[in-house]
């Protein structure tokens, strides 16, 4: 189960031994009302100052509180939607609410009581799955790819999830695993439209198709440091909300911002030890048909996540599931190649209900 962004909530349902035995099953999304998103942006903010992962300044615990009641409402109208009992399910991974991730410092805190999901809902939970990783000095992200792995049809092969933040994840021919933070995804193009329209996004990419890209602020965008650095890598959602686009129209920033995107998920290439078949976009990201195109003109062989027989707005829930399995067997979830952690290792703290 799902709740990384500020859209709503993922819940998918699969069948799985953790390894290589994946069957997918239903999936929904319950969608985050205004006063909700307005909540956990304000989150994002006064999360900003926290420096130990117990700390929950200002309203963050009322909030951290009204996120589980969410997630404990979303699981209950699941189960009601597929006629399913909590007897039907074994486990639950429950991701949380991201409000800040620092794993140079290691910090990184996501939102969510683990115990509390479990005693309403009767089913055990595994829950803080980025935390160990992070003790250990990796990068706390991505978490996907070891499950970007158990769907492969053939390789080499990359997925990208295209969320607040774009990832990677590279398969190669014999499994190794390459994964890290590309850059922006939804996060600066969404904030942007809702800065000057008031809108939650750019539906379908239709503001940014009708702008022109400014060649000067994406070059400045695409001139940091991060796109040099070696991976393992990643992005706390806010990592370029200092970039200044003001001077452009409406349609002018969400086409540069969108173009962004794109330029940053084409530049991940660089650290691939060989040239992927395809392109697989997963997440929100792949219904912005501007952002699409994009990356069209720019990488060969970019197909939908629908292409390749995936349903893309499942996915990382499913995901969630997958992890809770392997951490409930003590199996791997993060790699040396996806967060640079200096050994694999399991994750995720068990709540029972």
């Not at 997918?24 to 420096?51: C, V």
């Not at 189960?79 to 409000?99: K, M, P, R």
Request: glycine share 8%; aromatic share 6%; net charge negative.
């Amino acid at each position: 189960m799902s709740g990384t962004s500020l859209d709503g909530i993922d819940v998918a349902l699969i069948k799985t031994d953790g390894e290589n035995l994946v069957e997918r099953g239903p999936s929904a999304t319950y969608t985050y009302d205004p006063n909700q998103q307005a909540m956990l942006r304000q989150a994002l903010i006064d999360a900003s100052d926290i420096t130990d992962r117990q700390q929950r300044p200002s309203n963050l615990a009322e909030v951290e509180a009204m996120s589980t009641k969410w997630h404990i409402n979303a699981v209950q109208k699941f189960l009601d939607e597929n006629n399913l009992t909590h007897s039907n399910i074994d486990v639950i991974g429950y991701h949380g609410q991201t409000v800040i991730h620092r794993p140079d410092v290691h910090l990184t805190v996501q939102l969510g009581d683990g115990q509390a999901l479990a005693e309403a809902t009767k089913i055990q939970i595994v829950y803080d799955m980025r935390a160990a990783d992070v003790s250990a000095g990796g990068q706390g992200a991505p978490l996907i790819p070891v499950y970007h792995r158990a769907l492969t049809k053939q390789t080499p092969m990359a997925f990208i999830n295209i969320g607040g933040v774009g990832n990677v994840t590279h398969v190669a021919h014999d499994g190794y695993l390459t994964a890290f933070d590309t850059g922006p995804g939804n996060a600066l193009i969404n904030d942007w439209i809702k800065k000057t329209t008031g809108d939650d996004y750019d539906d379908s990419g239709k503001i940014a198709s009708q702008g022109r890209v400014s060649v000067p602020h994406l070059k400045s965008a695409l001139s940091s440091e991060y796109f040099v650095k070696r991976p393992p890598k990643s992005l706390d959602r806010n990592s370029f909300a200092h970039l200044d686009f003001q001077s452009l129209s409406l349609a002018d920033g969400a086409a540069t911002l969108t173009a962004f995107t794109a330029h940053s998920i084409a530049r991940s290439a660089h650290w691939f030890h060989e040239p992927p078949k395809a392109w697989v976009i997963c997440g929100g990201g792949r219904h912005n048909l501007a952002l699409m195109q994009m990356l069209r003109e720019i990488l060969p062989n970019v197909q939908s996540a629908e292409e390749q027989g995936l349903n893309g707005d499942s996915l990382e829930a499913e995901a969630w599931a997958y992890l809770a399995v392997r951490s409930l067997r003590g199996l791997p979830i993060t790699f040396p190649g996806t967060t640079g952690v200096k050994q694999e290792i399991t994750g995720g703290v068990l709540a029972n209900p």
